[in-house]
T-cell receptor, first 115, second 113 residues
Framework: GENVEQHPSTLSVQEGDSAVIKCTYS??????FPWYKQELGKGPQLIID?????GEKKDQRIAVTLNKTAKHFSLHITETQPEDSAVYFC??????????????FGQGTTLQVKP | DGGITQSPKYLFRKEGQNVTLSCEQN?????MYWYRQDPGQGLRLIYY???????QKGDIAEGYSVSREKKESFPLTVTSAQKNPTAFYLC????????????FGEGSRLTVL
């Protein structure tokens, strides 16, 4: 089955710097790659996603890149702010024709943005 | 407001007892999911249901059971057969096939004493 590896497990940056989190996946049939942000004591929230027919997607200060050949995708956060501090999860799924939404998650990255 | 409500937020249980975690959604979503979160292991899928009266095992279903008698509700029972039940449990739902986004509840933290 699908396996998703996420690195690093913790990341500390100064406010205003960029942060990059990387994930690799094993199933070449995976075609949907979301990123979730989880604040302390809360459930994860989708912040950006990308499908396999696109190589890059941006939304203000966040962007995701996908390299299908290498089975690798990354989250980029620019101009980090203290409120970006949270746990970030990548995930992958093979939607197929039914898009069951059965996501396989990475291990998570705890991002700390120091003021 | 539309969303997913999980209860209780915190739960303590003695070994050998079953416990049921509640998950209710008013988003009119067909699909619902239960994930378990442990430190350093991400989220692992326990059970999921794509439609009322139907559900499938996820990757770590042993020691858990679910039901889906109503579209809005997807309760999870942690049985005494689950060897390491202490964890943070997250329920999620998803809209139609065109979207991949999962909407999560705020979670239930179960501690076995």
């Amino acid at each position: 089955g699908e396996n998703v590896e996420q690195h690093p497990s913790t990341l500390s940056v100064q406010e205003g710097d960029s942060a990059v989190i990387k994930c690799t996946y094993s199933d070449s049939a995976s075609n949907y790659f979301p990123w979730y942000k989880q604040e302390l004591g809360k459930g994860p929230q989708l912040i950006i996603d990308i499908r396999s027919n696109v190589g890059e997607k941006k939304d203000q200060r966040i962007a995701v890149t996908l390299n299908k050949t290498a089975k690798h995708f990354s989250l980029h956060i620019t101009e980090t702010q203290p409120e970006d501090s949270a746990v970030y999860f990548c995930a992958a799924s093979n939607g197929g024709s039914g898009n069951t939404g059965k996501l396989i998650f990475g291990q998570g990255t705890t991002l700390q943005v120091k003021p | 407001d539309g969303g997913i409500t999980q209860s209780p937020k915190y739960l303590f249980r003695k070994e050998g007892q079953n416990v049921t975690l509640s998950c209710e959604q008013n988003l009119n979503h067909d699909a619902m999911y239960w994930y378990r979160q442990d430190p350093g292991q991400g989220l692992r899928l326990i059970y999921y249901s794509q439609i009322v009266n139907d559900f499938q095992k996820g990757d770590i279903a042993e020691g858990y059971s679910v039901s889906r008698e109503k579209k809005e509700s997807f309760p999870l029972t942690v049985t005494s057969a689950q060897k390491n039940p202490t964890a943070f449990y997250l329920c999620a739902s998803k809209g139609g096939a065109a979207t991949g986004e999962l909407f999560f509840g705020e979670g239930s933290r179960l501690t076995v004493l």
